[in-house]
């Protein structure tokens, strides 16, 4: 049949393999049983383990299925190994762009901040770490949007609250607004929930390119946005390597 992905296949045959029985198999177990070259068999146990899917005994080199798959109904990573992940990048962030920056995840319909990393001067400054922000008025609410279709449309079936006189409450232009998102891979958010007050972020990825989790940006609108309240090359570049950086991180962990 075309279209079908052999590999996939395979991977599908060694972990129905693995769950049919209570004991724990060797390579050369697997191979044979599913008529594989051990190579094969080998090199697709090594990406299971490396997604979590199988797990290997160090001292019998046997294989069993592992912890990530009972993480499939979720995005794989929680958000303390997430924060613990990004914390060097954000720092490192805040000191490139001269701005806060926040890490943040879709929990219950809103975005929660599991960071928080604040501009590197002496002004007076609110630690937001765990305060929860609405996901259609902000850079890091676009991002994670746009790259989750469910937690789009659950926005979308909600009221869109107006923070601002330019928040988006359309959900015509709101979608629009996610493809575009998607299309160049960061967004920007310019005094929708805060006068005064504009974001830039981009998404952390895991292994395979689903998004746990977005980092961002934000300041002042004349810091963020040039005259035409476009964002500032420059400080997209920062928040894309940052993402770039925590999600190489997470991917390998």
Partial sequence: MPGLIQSI????AVLRLLAAGPDRLRVKEIADALGLPKSTAH????????VGFVEQ????ARYRLGRG???LGSAGIDANELRGRALTWADALAARSGEEVRLGVLDDGAVLVVHHVFRPDDSAQSLDTGIRLPPHA????KVLLAYSAPAAASVMAGVLSAYTRRTVTDRGELARMLTGTRARGWALSVEEWRPGLAGIAAPVRTSGG?????????????RLTDTRRQARPALVD????AARSISRDVAGS
């Fill in 9 to 12: 296949e395979r991977s599908s």
């Fill in 43 to 50: 090199s697709i146990l090594r990406t299971l383990e490396h």
């Fill in 57 to 60: 005994d160090a001292r019998t």
């Fill in 69 to 71: 798959l009972l993480d």
């Fill in 138 to 141: 902000t850079a890091l609410g």
């Fill in 210 to 222: 689903l998004v746990v989790g977005a980092v961002g940006i934000a300041g002042p609108v004349e």
């Fill in 238 to 241: 920062h928040v894309l390597s």
